[in-house]
């Protein structure tokens, strides 16, 4: 299994990134996929899962500003982070079954 980030940067208060997670080495299509984060000095932070089936469910924190949505024809979920806040700076990671994780990709939301 592997699971590899991409899309983290610097933005403003405000902005918007796309967070992608391309996955190989299993069957995508049959596992539910999950995105956490890691902010400096706290713990490992469950931010969104989509099933198999497209179902998705979000931590109050990221709901109505993160989509989380996957692409089983090309193996990857991806997370849409609008209206970002400095409060979600940290370090994104995608994981399967929370025993699978990628390496992490870091989010800087600052002016």
């Known amino acids: 299994v592997q699971l590899v980030e991409s899309g983290g940067g610097l933005v403003q208060p405000g902005g918007s990134l796309r967070l992608s997670c391309a996955a190989s080495?299993?069957?995508?299509?049959?596992?539910?996929m999950n995105w956490y984060r890691q902010a400096p000095g706290k713990g490992r932070e469950w931010v969104a899962t989509?099933?198999?089936?497209?179902?998705?469910n979000y931590a109050d924190s990221v709901k109505g500003r993160f989509t989380i949505s996957r692409d089983n024809a090309k193996n990857t979920v991806y997370l849409q982070m609008n209206s970002l806040k400095p409060e979600d700076t940290a370090v994104y990671y995608c994981?399967?079954?929370?025993?699978?994780w990628g390496q992490g990709t870091q989010v800087t939301v600052s002016s």
């Open positions: 994981s399967r079954s929370e025993r699978y």
């Open positions: 080495g299993f069957t995508f299509s049959n596992y539910a």
């Open positions: 989509i099933g198999g089936t497209f179902t998705t």
